[in-house]
C-alpha cells in the first residue's frame, strides 16, 4: 500500500486532502501538527512514503522542521509542503531542506494528486533500484524481468522485446497497480525532448499485448485506464 502522512492543523484542509488521496488509492496517516507528524513517522519505523507537509503549523515544529528532519533520517522519503501564495521564500527554504515539490494554497484535488503521484512514482523508483543492487530480477506474479540481461519471462519462457518494450515493462514493474497516464510513459521512456505523438505509446503497449496476454484483445495484465492511460496488474 502506497503511505501517505498528511501533516496540517487546519482540520478541513487536512481531511480534503486525506479524502482525495485515498481515492487516488493512498493509504493515509493523519497529523495534527508538527510533533505529532515526527511520533507517527517514528512509530511507523520510517515506513512512509511520502510525507505531505502545512509550512505554518502550531507548537515546536513547524512544516519546514519536520521537512528538514524527515530528510535527515531519510534520503528516499518524498515531501510535499502546502504554502501560502506570500511565502515564497519559505518555498525556496522548504527546497533547500530537501523537499521535492510544493503546491500552493487554494488548491485542486487533481493538481495535489498529481503531485503526490510524480513524487511517489520517484521515491518507488529510487526504492526498487536499491533493492535492484542485491537482486537482478523483479518478479510480478508469472513474470521475471531481468535488468542487468534486459530480458523478460513469462511462467519461464523468454519474451522477445525491443529495448523500448522493455522500458515501458521497466515502468510498469516499478508502479504495479498505479495508473500511469500516456504522457508520464512517453517521458520515461522517449524522454523530455520527444515531441511526436502519445500514439506511439499506444502502439508498443498494441505490440505488448500481443507477446505477452493470453487474450490480447482482453488483457489481464497491462490494463487501460480510460481517459488516462494503462496500469500493470500481475
Known amino acids: ?9 487546519e482540520q478541513a484542509i487536512r481531511e480534503f ?7 487516488a488509492g493512498y493509504d493515509c496517516l ?11 513517522y517514528n512509530r511507523e519505523q520510517g515506513n512512509i512514503d511520502v510525507a505531505v507537509l502545512d509550512i505554518m503549523m502550531p507548537g515546536q515544529m513547524d512544516g519546514l522542521a519536520v521537512c528538514k528532519e524527515l530528510r535527515a533520517k531519510s534520503g528516499s522519503i518524498g515531501i510535499i ?7 515564497e521564500m519559505d518555498k525556496v527554504s522548504g527546497l533547500m531542506m530537501g523537499a521535492d515539490d510544493y503546491v500552493t494554497k487554494p488548491f485542486s484535488p487533481s493538481e495535489l494528486v498529481a503531485r503526490v503521484d510524480a513524487v511517489y ?4 523508483l529510487e526504492q526498487m533500484r536499491n533493492e535492484n543492487n542485491f537482486k ?8 521475471s524481468l531481468n535488468l542487468r540481461n ?10 522477445e522485446l525491443t529495448q523500448v518494450e522493455f522500458q515501458i515493462m521497466e515502468y510498469f514493474f516499478s508502479n504495479p497497480k498505479t495508473a500511469l497516464d500516456r504522457t508520464d510513459i512517453l517521458k520515461h521512456v522517449w524522454g523530455d525532448a520527444y515531441f511526436g505523438e502519445e500514439k506511439i505509446v ?12 493470453e487474450e490480447p484483445s482482453n488483457p489481464q495484465h497491462i490494463i487501460t485506464v480510460w481517459g488516462l492511460g494503462y496500469k500493470w496488474e500481475a
Open 1 to 9: 500500500m502506497k503511505r501517505i502522512l498528511v501533516a496540517e492543523d
Open 17 to 23: 486532502v486525506v479524502i482525495n488521496l485515498k481515492r
Open 30 to 40: 493523519e497529523a495534527a501538527n508538527g510533533d505529532e507528524a515526527m511520533q507517527i
Open 81 to 87: 509542503l502546502l504554502t501560502a501564495k506570500t511565502q
Open 121 to 124: 512514482r520517484r521515491v518507488a
Open 136 to 143: 537482478e530480477e523483479i518478479v510480478s506474479g508469472d513474470f
Open 150 to 159: 534486459r530480458t523478460l519471462m513469462k511462467k519461464g519462457v523468454p519474451v
Open 202 to 213: 499506444d502502439v508498443n503497449i498494441r505490440r505488448l499485448r500481443m507477446k505477452i496476454e
